[in-house]
């Protein structure tokens, strides 16, 4: 049955589902294994080289380093395969993990399902080292401003003790 909406994102102060998807290399990523380095912003996007998603992606890597400055890792998520994933890091040299969630399990998890069935959502997650989410953004209409507001939320969450 086609969905008619993005579905409920998770809230902020719930654990995060724990998942293993590849990234574009094929190396299995654990969100589990990741948070022990440090939080994560993992942020689910609907395609690889679309004019939103590229903007939304080279933005994250325009600003990485102030991302590992904070302490975190990013992930970006879609339903594109690994293949797909490793073209797009190379063309936009992104130096962060591409997930490939191929078969919308995470997706589901996270609350995020296709409107309409065909439409995904483009939601951020700023999960801390516990796996709790922090923050969670929308940005189904700007893909970029959600970078920023995950950065203040990642300095925020590394003042506290």
Do not use: W
Not at 3 to 26: C, E, I, M, N, R
Not at 62 to 74: C, E, I, L
Not at 87 to 106: G, I, K, M, S, Y
């Amino acid at each position: 049955m086609l969905g008619l909406g993005f579905g409920k994102p998770l809230a902020v102060g719930s654990q995060a589902p724990d998942f293993t998807l590849p990234d574009q290399d094929g190396r299995p990523t654990v969100l589990s294994e990741a948070l022990k380095a440090g939080p994560a912003v993992v942020y689910f996007y609907p395609r690889d080289d679309t004019p939103g998603c590229t903007a939304e992606a080279c933005k994250f890597r325009d600003d990485y380093q102030d991302f590992t400055d904070a302490g975190a890792q990013v992930f970006g998520v879609s339903d594109d395969d690994v293949a797909t994933h490793k073209r797009f890091a190379e063309r936009h040299r992104l130096p962060f993990r591409l997930l490939a969630d191929t078969d919308n399990a995470v997706h589901k998890a996270y609350g995020l399902q296709a409107a309409l069935g065909l439409l995904r959502g483009r939601v951020t997650y700023v999960i801390d080292r516990q796996g709790i989410v922090r923050h969670s953004f929308d940005a189904r209409i700007n893909a970029v401003a959600h970078v920023r507001d995950a950065l203040k939320v990642l300095r925020a969450l590394k003042e506290t003790p």
